[in-house]
């Protein structure tokens, strides 16, 4: 539980720091006054001044802010006017303008002083990205080509998939085009929920029903194995399971099945698959030993009456067997821009089919959610932290930019409305619109959360 409270604050707090630093340096290089930088918004928790600008760390974390001179209508979200702007002075009348404030600089240089944070964010990822392809290579993305479909996991109204060849190619699923295995998993996640056409290189297509709910469309994804050149090691054993009855144990490496040699972990499955309810032989390696197991496969049958064989295993790559591809600097830093440019547009892709429906909004996730994930990446290793990392901020600019007050794309609607009719929106308007956009963000996060709590509970 430490490990993931402390991944979760090193991850938002890292992103949110980079996000306001963006708007941090190109205030000062427009030479604009700034009173305060934040992490978090409300009453401020832990502070202190250096300069004409006071740090802090807020109540709320739900992103940051950076005051800058002139910009009253963040007084409320700050901590409230009375605190802002001591009681003398707003007797005195409304403040005057001076010339590091924001409103005194020319609109495009405030257009890019609120887009830097959503920059700084992108700028994060493509570094990120490409620091993963130098240091550790990339992993080689499998052909979409079916090398497995694990029965019971399918869920309701997928079992068509079932009886689908293996080592069929898959071309297509609905209106996406499929070029990789990563391409299918991420098609079968953002598919608007419902009838689905499967369409295939070599076998005539299938539709499926996709389920809305995020368990049930996760138990789709991993029922799809790719073809595996991985030698059959075994990584769990269920207890009580026929595997684990013969004395079969985690890290034995299957050689042969009766008299058939396994090379791969596909093959080791189909022998399975074929030998039905008769007793198997299994030689294995445990620690350079060969063993020699006798094993009787369960039959389970499917809700449709179709029957397959397990017997309580499942594999994993040994040591050295995923295939990555080492990049140099060039290709690293290519590697990084394309990795940001694809989640960028899958996040995009992901807002724009929550808002036509397409995609349930039960997808959405929140905190909970975020600080699960960052201490499975952090316990997985730097590599996997890193990647999610890169991944988060690519979301975190891409949401910045929604057209609500207080975020950024709420700011840059102000800026051009300004543009476009030659004066600016009213202090007045601008109060009120982002205490709106506050509370809609407020209303927004409770609604994430809520998400999340179905999804730790099981529902």
């Known amino acids: 539980m430490l490990t993931t409270l402390l991944a979760a604050a090193v991850v938002l707090g890292v992103l949110i720091f980079v996000h306001e630093l963006g708007h941090f340096l190109t205030a000062k290089w427009a030479d604009i006054e700034v009173p305060r930088f934040s992490i978090g918004f409300g009453p401020?928790?832990?502070s202190f001044k250096r300069g004409e600008t006071e740090y802090a760390i807020s109540l709320l974390p739900l992103g940051?802010?950076?005051?800058m001179?002139?910009?009253?209508?963040?007084?409320?979200?700050?901590?409230g006017p009375a605190e802002a702007r001591p009681a003398a002075a707003a007797a005195a009348g409304p403040r005057a303008r001076g010339p590091r404030?924001?409103?005194?600089k020319s609109l495009p240089v405030r257009t890019l002083v609120i887009s830097a944070g959503v920059i700084m964010n992108l700028i994060f990822a493509f570094v990120a990205f490409s620091i993963v392809g130098l240091l550790w290579g990339v992993p080689a993305d499998p052909e979409p080509v079916i090398g497995n479909v694990v029965e019971e996991r399918l869920p309701a109204g997928a079992e068509a998939l079932a009886s689908v060849p293996r080592l069929v190619r898959i071309n297509a699923i609905g209106r996406d085009t499929i070029t990789g295995f990563d391409a299918l998993q991420i098609a079968l996640g953002t598919a608007r929920a419902?009838?689905?056409e499967v369409r295939f290189a070599n076998a005539p297509p299938v539709t499926i029903d996709v389920p809305s709910g995020d368990s049930a469309r996760g138990m789709l994804i991993a029922a799809l194995e790719p073809v595996s050149e991985s030698e059959a090691v075994l990584d769990s054993v269920v207890a009580g399971a026929p595997a684990d009855r013969a004395g079969l144990e985690v890290g034995d490496r299957v050689l042969r099945v009766g008299g058939r040699p396994v090379t791969s972990w596909q093959e080791f499955g189909n022998a399975i698959e074929q030998v039905g309810s008769e007793p198997l032989t299994l030689f294995v390696d445990r620690g350079g030993d060969t063993l020699e197991f006798t094993v009787v496969a369960e039959t389970?049958?499917?809700a449709d009456g179709r029957a397959y064989n397990r017997i309580g295993v499942s594999g994993r790559a040994a040591p050295g067997q995923v295939t990555r591809s080492r990049l140099g600097p060039v290709r690293a830093v290519v590697y990084g821009a394309i990795e940001t440019w694809h989640w960028i547009r899958l996040t995009v892709d992901f807002l724009t089919g929550m808002f036509s429906g397409r995609i349930s909004p039960r997808n959405v996730g929140g905190p909970i959610l975020i600080t699960q994930i960052s201490g499975d990446a952090a316990r997985a290793g730097f590599e996997t932290l890193l990647n999610f990392m890169?991944?988060?901020s690519v979301n975190l600019a891409i949401l910045n930019l929604l057209p609500i007050p207080v975020l950024d794309g709420g700011h840059l609607v102000f800026l051009l409305i300004e543009g476009v009719r030659g004066r600016?929106?009213?202090i007045e308007q601008r109060v009120r619109l982002t205490k709106v956009g506050f509370f809609l963000i407020l209303a927004l996060m409770t609604f994430a959360i809520g998400n999340d709590l179905v999804r730790w509970i099981g529902l």
């Open 101 to 104: 404030d924001f409103e005194s």
């Open 194 to 196: 419902g009838p689905t």
């Open 44 to 46: 401020r928790v832990l």
């Open 69 to 79: 001179a002139g910009m009253e209508e963040m007084e409320d979200i700050e901590g």
């Open 390 to 392: 890169a991944l988060l």
């Open 64 to 67: 940051g802010y950076v005051k």
């Open 300 to 302: 389970r049958t499917l």
């Open 424 to 426: 600016p929106v009213s």
